[in-house]
């Protein structure tokens, strides 16, 4: 009990010292908490979505992707409405209505306006029966009653403006067609952001299955006392074979399932950079534990010379660890929640909508928030407790302050140097190695490896860089930058620990951003190296081409050739008799002129003959092909082929890597038309000396179908250094928490270091030294820690990126780029996050009374 109030009476003592220890377990408890709620939160919206639009049985044509749009085919398999009549004669049903669904749709308003979400979710399109009523209320207009009436969801309707007697133009594979918008309906529950969109029954047919008298499922449901399991077999015996059959369970597990993945991406990336926050977050509270240990020498003292235990004196630190750890993590649990309603409100602004209607808080949560964050700090406190226990009661005759570590034992340096050798080998092994599998596991040792011994030598390290700092940073400054480079060596230990903190953040974008630019510079290389069309039009989501789109592309002036790209599923069987699950290339003869692929032998164009394909480099030495033998090629949508090898593209290029080609006009020998998926994307190239006009010309060409993009060469290296600078600017956002968590570790040691030296401080301003000049010596030490921390971050981080960037060459991107505008960048910025970080401990120190701070014990 006397070591409980003990720790009480020191804990609430030193609050405020205590404070920026408590944001960095804040922190870093939010963010587990946080994306914790969050995750919790997308699958309980989705969890009612699946539940609600679900009936008690599914049928749907069966296809051998397991999903409701035939591959690339801009229409969802579909069959004929006696399907239906089967399924309601079926035993146990009580009811079942024919739909029809498809996501291969683009809706336009009045001014071609895409009105589909921009988030990743799709545009649906769908017929309205009864069963829409479930998930759906209609709250202006009326349904769908012919061909000219469409019904909207009401948050597509106000995110675009739309109103009722607003005109929308759909654009389907079976061509376009327009209505006038008749009703707007909302969800009962939240729907995460897709548009919906509602047509009468045989217009949804005929406009986006082709033809009248097709459904794409069955939604049935059963009579009481029916079970769900029950009825499916049932309809499964009425039905026979082809089709696919789901009860609601297994619908939502279905749906679950599809968005699992890109859930639990999220998840775990955003855990992994709390996991970072939370490395950093242990220096800071390492530092403060040891200075405030050092600071209570004389008391510690004291306590072990009445009768104290060491085991009394280290239990006490540690129960102030225990009380940090719960107020940090307990207010940390609270900012989790809030944050991840923040990150719902954030994504509602991108286009996916989450209610706080679904906000869910798990028990997990809390409980999982409070352990980390406790764990964390207990064992970060560790040290500094074993530190105190063995604290003499001979401490207590002398002066407080600084514990006798003002350099790093020769012990440390030399495991310092020795994980930093290790792991500068792992590093040079990743570099060396021939296969990226078994160099992916050294470059993570090199990284852990290099990570620690960085951090146990730093304090060795120290001296020389902070001096070398000094030389070029302070040394302008006079005796106000000697006393300040000085200050930042008296202790290598915590100059070391407190740069560590900032050295891990930066360190991670350094090697980013190498990573990023050498791939970014190594696809611009083999663009210029392999793309020979002048042109790329495609969809940003993937969808096929509309024939109406193609067509207009192919009719646009100044064109020399369109070539198509369509993929065909196929499994390819080779003389080993090992069956390959990938597909076909199938071009038009113009691509080998668009797309300039090597050949490790035979010639490309001669794979477009009768009969004809090619393979890859891998995929040939894999399976023992060679030109000139015949591979068995079965087409999921079609009939069997045996098609002759006549060249082998080598894979050591990065486009199209591992791609088997083959002639439009041979798979579609083998498949019929109606089953023969839509062109993938088109490359086109113009006349000579017509590339500029051409280029506006199919723009305008292309203008009433917002969903394509027209790319030439320029444009498409542009998107790709977009779309690396999008993925990093979210990285280094994430990574931001890490930086705040380490900037708070050099405001606490700079206030710590302040308290300490209040004597000194004291006796500075008696003999001179004004307030401003002692507020720039503080500010310039916390410069040169920050500089410090950022010089050993990026180094580390440039080298990490340099070992990363040899493997990708293994993948084809080979060009190694040094962001060196980005480094110098961070490296001033740095300077400027220690001036930030002095702000509060120098105002501090600069009103601190003189003959107080001299009268200090």
Partial sequence: MSVLKSSLRNFFAHKGRMALSAVAVLLSVAFVSGTLVFTDTMNTTFDKLFASTASDVTLSAKNDDKGDESPDSGRPDAFPASVVEEVRGAEGVQAAQGAVASTSVTVVDARNRNVGPTSGAPTIAVNWSPNELRSVEIVSGHEPRGPTDVVVDGATAEKHGLKLGDELRTISVTGDFTAKISGIVDFKVTNPGATVVYFDTPTAQREILGKEGLFTQVAADAKPGVSDDTLKANIAAAVGDGYQLQTAAEAADAGREDVAGFLDVMKYAMLGFAGIAFLVGIFLIVNTFSMLVAQRTREIGLMRAIGSSRRQVNRSVLVEAVLLGVVG???????????????????????????????????????????????????????????????????????????????????????????????AAALVAATRADEAGPGSLWLGLGVVLTLLGFIVVGPLLAGGVVRALGAVVLRIFGPVGRMAERNALRNPRRTGATAAALMIGLALVACLSVVGSSMVASATEELDRSVGADYIVQNATGQPIVPQAQTAVEKTPGLDHVTRYIWVDATITGPDGKPYEHGLAATDPTYPRDLRRETTAGRLADAYGPGAMSVGSDYATEHGVKVGDTLTVAFKRGATAKLKVVAITSDAANVDKGAMYTNI?????????????????????????????????????????????????????????????????????????????????????????????????????????????????????????????????????????????????????????????????????????????????????????????????
């Fill in 665 to 857: 006009a041979t798979a579609a020998r083998h498949v019929p038309a109606d089953r023969m998926p839509q062109t993938g994307f088109l490359l086109a190239s113009a006349k000579d000396g017509q590339e500029t006009r051409t280029y506006q010309a199919l723009k305008d060409a292309l203008a009433p179908y917002p969903q394509y993009k027209v790319s030439n060469q320029a444009d498409y290296k542009e998107e790709l250094k977009d779309q690396v600078g999008q993925l990093l600017n979210i990285v280094y956002g994430l990574l931001a928490l890490a930086i705040v968590v380490a900037v708070l570790g050099v405001v606490n040691t700079l206030a710590l270091s302040v308290v300490e030296r209040t004597r000194e401080i004291g006796l500075m301003r008696a003999i001179g030294l004004s307030r401003r000049q002692l507020r720039r010596m503080i500010r310039l030490e916390s410069v040169v820690i920050a500089l410090f921390g950022a010089l050993l971050g990026l180094g580390l981080g440039m080298g990490w990126g340099t070992a990363a960037q040899k493997l990708l060459a293994l993948e084809g991107l080979g060009v190694l780029e040094i962001p060196w505008p980005t480094i110098l960048t961070v490296f001033v910025g740095s300077a400027f996050v220690g001036l930030f970080a002095a702000l509060v401990p120098a105002f501090r120190a600069g009103r601190m009374n003189v003959l107080n701070a001299i009268a200090s014990d």
């Fill in 329 to 423: 993590s307990v207010a940390g649990v609270a900012a989790g929640v809030g944050l991840a309603v923040g990150l719902m409100e954030l994504m509602s602004s991108m286009g996916m909508e989450l209610s706080t209607r679904d906000l869910t808080v798990k028990w997990t949560t809390p409980a999982v928030g409070l352990a980390l964050g406790i764990v964390v700090t207990v064992l970060a406190a560790y040290i500094p407790a074993r530190r105190a226990g063995k604290i003499s009661p001979m401490a207590a005759l002398r002066d407080a302050g600084t514990p006798a570590d003002g350099s790093a034992g020769r012990v440390r340096g030399g495991i310092g140097l020795a994980l930093t050798a290790a792991g």
